[in-house]
């Protein structure tokens, strides 16, 4: 399923942005999805993720209480709704999405990927 993100930007610390990830394909409510990290000279990190059904949610500490990941299964789109945002989530967010049904932590479970968008924070 070609994943596309989109939404990134700069934006000054404390600031807000909402990044979208739109799927194509027939079976995108059947799937676990998630949204990672990497910024640069680091690897790759997961960020949120999201069940099937979007019941299911899980963050890493860093975002809890400040980022929120749904979806939207009618629109074969997911979000990630980014408040509080702080220098350190500068990065590039990519999107994820896995034919498991419940989302993962570990990047090697994803079939799919999104090409990534830059997020910026400035301080």
């Known amino acids: 399923v070609p994943l596309q993100a989109y939404g990134g930007g700069l934006v000054q610390a404390g600031g807000s942005l909402r990044l979208a990830c739109a799927a194509s394909g027939r079976r995108f409510s059947a799937y676990g999805l998630g949204w990672f990290r990497q910024a640069p000279g680091k690897e790759r990190e997961f960020v949120a993720g999201v069940s099937w059904r979007g019941d299911l949610t899980h963050y890493t500490d860093s975002v809890k209480g400040r980022f929120t990941i749904f979806r939207h299964n009618s629109e074969n789109t997911f979000y990630l709704q980014m408040n509080n945002l702080k220098p350190e989530d500068t990065a590039v967010y990519y999107c994820?999405?896995?034919?498991?049904?419940?989302?993962?932590?570990?990047?090697?479970?994803?079939?799919?990927w999104g090409q990534g968008t830059q997020v910026t924070v400035s301080s």
């Open positions: 994820a999405a896995r034919g498991g049904r419940y989302y993962s932590t570990k990047i090697g479970e994803y079939d799919y």
